[in-house]
């Protein structure tokens, strides 16, 4: 591949600071029928996360006796990328995002509570540019919120990388596909636990250190937008009746 | 929700009444809010909502190769997907004979209507381009078909044309727009006992009969579909294509607007 | 001070033992999105799911009747059961009924007794979690409903509400605005203001 200058005069192709965030919105419950759901745009992503359940495991032989079973399904529609047609469905690389995403979720979700169900998220990728799988999660996550399936934590999910020396923070499609590094991240903002973790590229330690700083610092505004989305019908139901 | 809430019994006696249940007309659509260009990467997209349907039409435009019997013409594929967000009932996997249906239907009224300018597509030899139209369900509340024709024609009215130069496909910059030369819509009917209503939700669809989705240009009826067990009259049938006329020439112009302002 | 808190949420610093709450490291932690009050160490779930208890009355509806047995669809986690021996009650598919939890077996099934077949009417499905508000203390919400609209309404702790008869459709609404309106106060007053309003 063409190298391409991802960093000019200390900022980004589109202009943002190293350790910088796109701007991120989330809107809870956009559907209806779903126990919880959520819609995130995150730059140019948009992405829709929906749960259902917990509700009978099917077949019946995925279901665990002793706690509810995660099953997560992430993939992208056809028309979400700028460039040819999709497949719609799953491919190699949505089923192994689909995987991590589920073993983020059990980390989380109080499991023993509903033996015998399963828990159903779905993150739909409506717009693609770079990064879904940290925007699918931290939108999961809302969902669940709002499903009111209980958790010891709401997670959310970054990726920083890096260019040159220079480590960024939430790399978009075109810094993801001209960077030397991409490590997504999820963290469970509470203790900070890390519960997806996936890297490609060259790293050092010291990058590696720089990269989770700036991750950690970003989750406190990520935790916030998500807290915001969730109480905002609650507040605006308030705010109607106060007058 | 898993569960059918209302009985038979009860729905059919309300509409003998001629009452539904969200108090609506018998023949009158629900709230409907058309948003094109949702989806900047896409060629072409639009959300539609009736009611607490939601729909998502995305249109890709891509070289291709065209059909043997129509050398000079470019091509349509049109695809819908029940998306396993959007209802209980609806799973993963290949697609049902459901969404085949639903994709069919769509497919054949904007084809029939001759919505695109195919000759129009013709790039070289062997070399056309190729329209994948994509409605994917992401609230299910009865009534898809209208939903998605509605859907795939304001997405496709404010699809950008790329171009095709030195081998290579461009689709940012400065484009033109896909050629549209005629618009239609759809009305889907839904028999429930004797009664027959338009715009059913999920809870009417649950007890529907029979369903007729009539699509209509502003001069031509140009695609009928009846579904499920149950069966029309032909003179109901022959009512049902004056009130398509009627609602189809709102529809259009309610498509148009939502377009024009995009 | 009553504040709205997410999962995760740290309620107090030291180990209390409060619903829809766990401790972690000697803090307490919300697991659902609520309202909680510092002065009571109370959570109200905003957002939550039904957990069947022994004597909560739910409303279902029939899935699949059998000899002996009948399936009962709860829209909940669980399907419910009814052991038909237990009960004169003769009951068919799709047949809405109100029956008691007895218990939650260790198949994962909710036993049900007590069963009796609601005839007519329609099933409103609301978010479990708001089902209190529906009620009202001492039921005093769902019979202001029930006495001005002169419906019948039978709600289960399930989420699923039965109306038949009187004015549904101004039954309907009240229930929605109970739940849309769950966690706002002055909510007794503006259903009555409400239902006044529309009543003749």
């Not at chain 1, 040819?84 to 469905?89: D, F, I, S």
């Not at chain 3, 799911?49 to 009355?57: A, D, H, S």
């Not at chain 3, 198949?107 to 708001?130: D, E, F, H, N, W």
Request: aromatic share 6%; hydrophobic share 40%.
């Amino acid at each position: 591949m063409e190298k391409l200058e991802l960093l000019i005069n200390g900022k980004r192709l589109d202009g943002r600071a190293m350790d910088e965030l796109r701007k991120i919105s989330i809107t809870a419950s956009p559907i209806r029928n779903a126990t919880g759901s959520a819609y995130i745009e995150w730059g140019n992503n948009k992405i829709l996360a929906a749960v259902y359940g917990p509700r009978e495991a099917l077949p019946r032989h995925t279901a665990d006796p002793d706690r509810a079973v995660v099953k997560c399904r992430y993939t992208m529609a056809p028309f979400s990328s700028l460039e040819e047609h999709g497949r719609p469905g799953m491919n190699r690389r949505a089923i192994e995002i689909s995987k991590v995403t589920k073993e983020v979720f059990e980390n989380v979700i109080l499991l023993d509570l509903f033996p015998g169900t399963s828990i159903d998220i779905f993150v739909e990728v409506l717009q693609s540019d770079g990064g879904t799988r940290a925007a699918g999660i931290t939108c999961a996550s809302v969902a669940l919120a709002a499903s009111g399936i209980p958790m010891r934590d709401m997670p959310y999910a970054v990726s920083a990388g890096k260019v040159g020396e220079t480590v960024i923070l939430d790399l978009n499609k075109i810094e993801d596909n001209y960077s030397d590094a991409d490590m997504p991240m999820a963290i469970n903002p509470r203790n900070k636990e890390v519960t997806l973790l996936q890297m490609d590229g060259e790293l050092t330690k010291d990058h590696f250190k720089q990269a989770v700083e700036m991750i950690l610092k970003s989750g406190e505004a990520i935790t916030k937008l998500q807290k915001e989305a969730l109480r905002l019908p609650y507040e605006k139901a308030q705010e109607r009746y106060n007058r | 929700m898993n569960i059918t809430t209302m009985t038979r019994q009860y729905i059919t006696e309300r509409l003998n009444n001629k009452v539904r249940e969200d108090g609506r007309g018998m023949l009158s659509y629900r709230g409907i809010t058309i948003k094109p260009g949702f989806i900047p990467n896409a060629e072409g997209s639009a959300e539609v909502n009736i009611g607490h349907t939601k729909i998502m039409a995305g249109i890709k435009i891509a070289v291709g190769t065209p059909m043997p019997d129509k050398p000079e013409e470019g091509s349509m594929m049109t695809a819908a997907e029940l998306l396993p967000l959007a209802y209980h009932k609806y799973d993963a996997g290949p697609p049902s004979a459901e969404a085949v249906e639903l994709s069919r239907v769509i497919d054949r009224g904007i084809r029939a209507a001759n919505v695109i300018d195919m000759a129009k597509l013709f790039i070289e030899e062997e070399k056309v381009w190729s329209v994948f139209v994509d409605i994917y369900v992401l609230n299910y509340d009865g009534n898809l078909f209208d939903a998605g024709t509605i859907g795939a024609m304001a997405a496709l009215l404010t699809a950008r044309m790329p171009k095709y130069e030195d081998g290579k496909v461009i689709r940012e910059g400065n484009l033109g727009r896909l050629e549209i030369i005629n618009t239609c819509a759809s009305s889907t009917f839904a028999k429930i006992g004797k009664t027959i209503v338009l715009d059913a939700d999920a809870n009417e669809e649950d007890f529907s009969d029979a369903r007729l989705t009539i699509t209509t240009d502003e001069k031509y009826i140009r695609a009928m579909q009846k579904g499920l067990g149950g069966s029309f009259y032909t003179s109901e049938v022959e009512g049902l294509i004056d009130t398509s006329f009627e609602k189809s020439k709102e529809l259009i112009k309610r498509i148009k607007e939502a377009a024009s302002g995009d | 001070m009553k504040k709205l808190v997410t999962p995760g949420e740290v309620l107090s610093d030291k180990p209390l033992r409060i619903d829809n709450s766990l401790v972690e490291e000697g803090k307490t932690i919300s697991t659902i999105m609520g309202m909680y009050d510092d002065q009571t160490s109370s959570l109200i779930p905003i957002e939550g799911l039904w957990y069947p208890r022994p004597g909560e009355k739910v409303i279902g509806v029939i899935e699949e009747a059998r000899l002996n047995t009948c399936n009962v669809a709860l829209n909940a986690p669980y399907k419910g059961i009814i052991i038909l021996k237990f009960s004169e009650v003769n009951m068919v598919n799709n047949d809405i009924i109100e029956a008691t939890v007895k218990e939650l077996d260790k198949t994962g099934t909710i036993v049900l007794s007590r069963p009796k077949v609601l005839y007519g009417g329609k099933i409103m499905a609301v978010k479990p979690s708001k089902v209190p508000r529906i009620l009202g203390k001492e039921n005093t919400m769902i019979t202001q409903v029930s006495q001005s609209t002169k419906a019948s309404i039978s709600v289960g702790m399930n989420g699923l509400v039965w109306v038949k008869g009187g004015d549904v459709d101004l039954a309907t609404k009240a229930i929605n605005q109970i739940v849309e309106e769950a966690h706002v106060s002055g909510l007794t007053d503006r259903i009555a203001a409400m239902l006044k309003s529309k009543q003749q």
